[in-house]
T-cell receptor
């Protein structure tokens, strides 16, 4: 069976510090990978998606970037965090273009 | 322009009081509509996929239906453990790999 791992679960970082959130998928190959952000009480906003190694599409211009160094690894990064980056970040994967996506448990990021 | 709209935003039910949640979409070329359940502080949990008008899916007390421009999630005789936020998402042809979400409906079932 397929599983998705996302860590850490919670993170408190000072303004101006770097960020690296990692997500890995097991039990499948060549998945589509996604990073979403969710504000409190709101729906999910797509940040980045990837259809293959090194292929990243950005949806929202911002202080964040994503990379896919391996087939089942997706990383969300920032060089300098802003207070406005505080949010709930979710990684997800799907098998094909028009199928359901499966989510990790999320990372609660607080920038102080 | 909102492409996926969920209503109501919040729903308070008594245990056993059946109700329906709505998800309407304005996109063309629908390539799938998906329902998720999300508990506080957790990632969304996949429930159903619907691909064509008239399609229905069931799981325990939940039943999802799809028409040409909206989907309903029916909760029959809900229990307190059905309390959660229910999210609707769509894929459509022009957006390719994107999964676009509605704002969700927060459901609270009181015993």
């Amino acid at each position: 069976s397929q599983t998705i791992h996302q860590w850490p679960a919670t993170l408190v970082q000072p303004v101006g510090s770097p960020l690296s959130l990692e997500c890995t998928v097991e039990g499948t190959s060549n998945p589509n990978l996604y990073w979403y952000r969710q504000a409190a009480g709101r729906g999910l906003q797509l940040l980045f998606y990837s259809v293959g190694i090194g292929q990243i599409s950005s949806e929202v211009p911002q202080n964040l970037s994503a990379s896919r160094p391996q087939d089942r690894q997706f990383i969300l990064s920032s060089k300098k965090l802003l207070l406005s980056d505080s949010s709930f970040y979710l990684c997800a994967w799907s098998r094909q273009e028009y199928t359901e996506a499966f989510f990790g448990q999320g990372t609660r990021l607080t920038v102080v | 322009e909102d492409q996926v709209t969920q209503s109501p935003e919040a729903l308070r039910l008594q245990e056993g009081e059946s109700s329906s949640l709505n998800c309407s979409y304005t996109v063309s070329g629908l390539r799938g509509l998906f329902w998720y359940r999300q508990d506080p502080g957790k990632g969304p949990e996949f429930l159903f996929t619907l691909y064509s008008a008239g399609e229905e899916k069931e799981k325990e007390r939940l039943k999802a239906t799809l028409t040409k421009k909206e989907s309903f999630l029916h909760i029959t005789a809900p229990k307190p453990e059905d309390s959660a936020t229910y999210l609707c998402a769509v894929r459509f042809k022009a957006a390719g790999n994107k999964l676009t979400f509605g704002g969700g409906t927060r459901v609270l079932v009181k015993p």
